[in-house]
């Protein structure tokens, strides 16, 4: 119900691993709460480990798959998603 894109998270390399990801993604729910909305959802590329384990650390699950295209290369992204308690 009520759904939202992430279209992406990024911080420079030389900082992964410091708490800017997850305090980027604590402030996207929050803003989705406050507007009240009820699911959020993702792309990310399937070969993307790091990403993929960081969104379900956050509760996202596969729910689906899409290709994305770069150039001549068709890849394929997972489609994430997760509900967000409004209470």
């Known amino acids: 119900p009520k759904p ?9 390399e030389e900082v992964v691993g410091q708490g800017l990801g997850s305090a980027l993604m604590k402030a996207c729910l929050e803003e989705i709460k406050t507007n009240g909305l009820g699911t959020i959802w993702l792309a990310v590329w399937q070969k993307n ?14 729910v689906g798959v899409k290709e994305f295209v770069v150039g001549s290369d068709v890849q394929d992204d997972f489609i994430m998603e997760r509900s967000v308690e409004l209470n």
């Open 4 to 12: 939202i894109e992430l279209v992406r998270i990024y911080v420079e």
């Open 49 to 62: 480990q790091r990403a993929i384990d960081f969104y379900k650390r956050w509760g996202f699950e596969k």
